[in-house]
């Protein structure tokens, strides 16, 4: 199996895992990945998760020209490119439309650092981009613009989450922190105001996490991604 082959098996693996924990729903979100520099393989546009297989996967060229697939590609590709242009160092996109992060994004607000995961797998905050249409140039360059040079995650304005990472599964592990963060964040407003970790709590719990917690292979690949 090529290394396109196996980035296909990936997405759709994930796409399926996704849709299982109903952070997507129908034909809604999708996910991407990019085997080499050039290529990015994405789901396909309008196809059920429950109906979507490894033949199904659509390869692109980093300008969106379609190189494998009989479908075409997810409407947000425009969004998944730029993102991918713009971050040499992201490999893996998720773009889902769970309900409490995407409760956050009707009422533009970030998603705050509550409890110690988020700040972990995340780094911070989860920030809102400026409105853009769904598919839209404007969308993925509002989405490129909030996530910067260090965003791992941000919010489309009435719309939904994307999630970035280094491969697939640190995004889909960020995509579940954050949906839990964003729940949790609404049932202790239910309570009263709930209390935000400070800037300087948040750093360390993200310094502790890439530093200490876990095996060592990880640890060395933490600090190895920090130096590039
Ligand atoms: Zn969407």
Redesign the pocket.
């Known amino acids: 199996m090529n290394i396109v082959e196996k980035v296909k098996e990936e997405v759709v693996n994930i796409a399926h895992t996704i849709y299982k924990e109903a952070l997507v729903f129908e034909t809604?979100?999708n996910v991407s990945s990019r085997p080499t520099e050039s290529q990015v393989v994405i789901t396909p546009s309008g196809i059920p998760y429950e109906k979507m297989h490894f033949v199904d996967m659509v390869v692109v060229n980093i300008d969106g020209e379609v190189e494998q697939g009989k479908w075409k590609p997810s409407t947000?590709l425009p969004l998944h490119l730029a993102v991918y242009k713009a971050r040499k160092d992201v490999k893996a996109i998720i773009?889902t439309?769970s309900v409490f992060a995407t409760a956050f994004a009707v009422s533009r607000q970030d998603i705050p650092v509550v409890i110690e995961d988020l700040a972990q797998v995340v780094g911070g905050a989860v920030r809102v981009a400026d409105y853009g249409q769904?598919g839209s140039n404007e969308l993925a360059l509002n989405a490129v613009k909030a996530l910067g040079q260090e965003g791992n995650a941000v919010l489309l304005a009435n719309?939904?989450l994307v999630v970035l990472g280094r491969d697939l599964s640190t995004a889909l592990q960020r995509c579940r922190v954050i949906e839990r963060n964003a729940q949790i964040t609404m049932w202790s407003k239910l309570l009263g105001s709930p209390f935000m970790l400070k800037p300087e709590e948040i750093a360390q719990l993200r310094k502790n996490f890439l530093f200490d917690y876990g095996q060592k292979e990880q640890k060395m690949e933490n600090e190895k991604i920090l130096r590039e």
Request: hydrophobic share 10%; proline share 12%; glycine share 24%.
């Open positions: 809604w979100g947000e773009h439309h769904p719309h939904g």
